[in-house]
């Protein structure tokens, strides 16, 4: 009988575990944050090209981590793709930041030069996605996946939930304080970039593969890459569909309201971009604090209760901002605003409990051998339709009750209240795909519990209660994988 070897572990494992993981969601952080920012202070006050942004950024991002998956799976190495995607995009970044010499008149203006300004915002970023997600999404997170054993399986799992919530926290007050009062985005991208680059080359002398890693060929490259929209065997997967489709809801409603939160607290209410990351970071990190908890409950098996409290928390949130929160009532030369922050921390505490929750479900129902690609799923529900979908939806709001006419005459429009209170709508059709995912979810912890009771009962001692035992073993290792 064929052993297997044991992956890689220790001090150097944990390293790059914990450097790549929070440097790549530092870096997703500041584009999905800051970027939007960055377009209303050096390009236009236009969301239209947040929109645009967003969707050819989350095509790109689909198109790698699908392409890099099926590759990365058939050679049986993720060492480079990592390496070089991490690399890559650190450059990007920072070339991103340099598009605001494009519009700052130091090569000309005119509308012809704001539009050149545009389009280089756009594929700069569509670039600079590609390659972060190369490195991210095929490479790290299927490399933590190929590392994952009985042992570290909990603790890893627990490290790729909890890093995109420090990532958001760390990335909106650092971010914040790089920018300064003075709007300086280029030293932001330039810190970022060079310390991806760094991890990049980093990776590329210390991180290994796991020995368990094999090629898994099937077929031709194309026939494997296409084997992926193979519809019917994936819809077969009952719970992965539902569980995913639930991601693509609750993400469509936070990418309606997150991604201009920065402009409508910058613009709308008048706060320095200093400020507003202090604000929002200090409201998440309390946020985090209150998540803690919930790591118990997935253990035992909680996770469709656990996301209909981030729907409703979720909810309250969008609400208060959207009823209370005016540019009247709010003090932006302070850090505490009570009532913006109490918005703020609830859609901080939904976010996490919702990301934390369906990161530990999903990656549990993912088959072996395939999650490199299975990874181009996951982005599919959690990038490419929020990030399409969103902007249809925030953009025409948006301009409808934020348009107004600056000092010279231009047409500007700011995302204010309103956007918050449409987005509570889209919040609760959350519930409608999370339904159907809790019933395959329960229904498979029963079927587990019956096949233990199975197996254990023959073999049984009077007066002992294996059933309940073994029940309990399959219930928290399912939940910790």
Known sequence: MKTKSKPMGGFRFWTLVWGLGLAGQLCWNIENQWFNTFIYAKIAKDPTIISWMMAVSAAATTISTFLFGTISDRVGKRKYVISLGYIMWGIFTILFGMTEFIADGTLGSGPQMMMVAAVAVVAADAIMSFFGSMGNDSGYNAWANDNMTVRNRGQIGAAMAVQPVIGTIVGTVAGGMLIGADENYMRLFLVMGAAVIALGVFSLFFLKDSPNLRANRDGSFWKQFFSIFNFRKYFAMKELVWVNLTLAFYFIAFNMCFSHIGNYMIYYLGFGADLMGIIEGVSLIVAMLV?????????????????????????????????????????????????????????????????????????????????????????????????????????????????????????????????????????????????????????????AVAAAEEIVEPIAEPGTEPVQEAAGEIQTEEATE
């Not at 605003?337 to 409990?353: C, E, R, T």
């Not at 600056?406 to 795909?433: A, C, K, M, R, W």
Request: hydrophobic fraction near 50%.
């Open 291 to 447: 998540v803690i908890p919930a790591t118990s409950l997935i253990n035992r098996n909680k996770s469709p209760l656990l996301c209909v409290l981030s729907v409703l928390l979720s909810f309250a949130g969008v609400m208060v901002l959207g009823l209370f929160v005016r540019p009247e009532n709010v003090d932006p030369t302070a850090i505490f605003n009570p009532v913006l922050m109490a918005g703020i921390f609830l859609i901080g505490v939904g976010y996490m409990l919702m990301l934390q929750t369906l990161t530990v479900w999903s990656k549990r129902l993912y088959p072996e051998g395939a999650r490199g690609q299975f990874e181009g799923i996951r982005i599919l529900f959690y990038v490419l339709i929020p990030m399409v979908v969103a902007p249809l939806i925030s953009n025409p709001v948006i301009k409808r009750s934020g348009e107004f006419v600056d000092e010279n005459g231009f047409t500007q429009y700011l995302p204010t209240h309103t956007l918050f209170l449409v987005t509570s709508i889209f919040v609760l059709l959350t519930l409608l795909p999370l339904i159907f995912a809790s019933v395959h979810h329960n229904r498979r912890i029963r079927a």
